[in-house]
């Protein structure tokens, strides 16, 4: 299983940033995939989830109407859309699965939101 975050960077507040994760080792389409995030010097919490089927999807309190997590099959890959960032958004963004009962995780992007 392999899962590789891309797409971080410097945003200003009130910026938009889309983490993509592509996956392989698995059969993603049978896969609910998640994106978390740590901040520095806090524990890491989750974000989003999409599920498989109905790609039913769930968020924390504190992202929804900002951020989007989506799927795409055909190319095994899961992203997080983020609008409307704020400095509280800064973090390392893992996105994770879980197969076979284990859990994976990529090696996380960084977001900072700083003007």
């Known amino acids: 299983v392999q899962l590789v975050e891309s797409g971080g960077g410097l945003v200003q507040p009130g910026g938009s940033l889309k983490l993509s994760c592509a996956a392989s080792?698995?059969?993603?389409?049978?896969?609910?995939m998640s994106w978390d995030r740590q901040a520095s010097g806090k524990e890491r919490e989750f974000v989003a989830r999409i599920s498989s089927v109905g790609s039913i999807t769930t968020y924390v309190d504190s992202v929804k109407g900002r951020f989007t997590i989506s799927r795409d099959d055909a190319k095994n890959t899961v992203y997080l859309q983020m609008n409307s960032l704020k400095p509280e958004d800064s973090a390392v963004y893992y996105c994770g699965t879980i197969y076979q009962g284990y859990v994976y995780w990529g090696q996380g992007t960084q977001v900072t939101v700083s003007s």
């Open positions: 080792g698995f059969t993603f389409s049978d896969a609910v």
